[in-house]
């Protein structure tokens, strides 16, 4: 919990976990599957692209690297069919693709760029 409070501060939702658990479980299953998660997302009032940043932005240095973009492949991955699916062991290719400052990481701006080119927000 105190990882989404840190990714999203202005979130006073995170302050108790069942109630943020129960109100992104949307139909009461007693899980949150992707489509609940992505709705979850999109009641932050945070444009997609910097929730996925935030969120996958696991050492929170404002950048993405190799390996959490591999994570959010993943991620990715969970809401495509099955034909349009990121292959994972060409992540490296895709990731030197997005790097357009060829800085060996990935910014916002090159996330966002992506996200926009391939699902739609």
Same mark, same amino acid.
């Given at each position: ?53 935030? =969120? *996958? &932005? ?9 390996? @959490?973009?591999? !994570? #959010?492949?993943? /991620? +990715? ?16 290719? =895709? *990731? &030197? ?9 990935? @910014?916002?701006? !090159? #996330?966002?760029? /992506? +996200? ?6």
């Amino acid at each position: 919990m105190k990882l989404l409070k840190k990714r999203f501060p202005n979130e006073h939702r995170f302050d108790d976990p069942d109630a943020l658990f129960d109100s992104i479980d949307f139909d009461g299953s007693g899980d949150i599957d992707i489509n609940e998660l992505e709705k979850a997302f999109q009641t932050t009032q945070m444009p997609y692209a910097e929730a996925i940043f935030r =969120l *996958f &932005d696991k050492d929170h240095n404002g950048i993405i690297d190799r390996e @959490e973009f591999k !994570e #959010i492949l993943l /991620f +990715l991955n969970c809401r495509l069919p099955p034909n349009e699916k990121f292959m994972i062991e060409k992540s490296d290719v =895709l *990731f &030197d693709n997005l790097d357009e400052d060829n800085s060996g990481t990935l @910014e916002l701006d !090159e #996330i966002r760029h /992506f +996200l926009s080119s391939t699902v739609a927000e």
